[in-house]
């Protein structure tokens, strides 16, 4: 292998590491986003499961009302 070649493939490793450098960097941001996101998820799944329960304490009582 002549030391071009060498050289050729060092710089192409360098340019490859530079690479999986950003590759793990744009990772990391997608793997915060995921959890924000989940986050918010979870915040609407418990508005949800509140909205549930007080739209059965509303039908309770709308039913005692009726029911006088």
Do not use: F, P, Y
Not at 23 to 34: D, G, R, V, W
Not at 49 to 65: P, T
């Amino acid at each position: 292998m002549s030391e071009n070649e060498v050289i050729g493939n060092q710089k192409r490793i360098i340019a490859n590491q530079e690479e999986m450098k950003a590759n793990q960097q744009a990772l990391l941001a997608n793997q915060e986003t995921i959890k924000a996101n989940q986050d918010r998820l979870d915040k609407i799944i418990a508005n949800q499961e509140r909205m549930e329960a007080n739209q059965k304490q509303i039908l309770a009582n709308q039913e005692k009302i009726m029911a006088k």
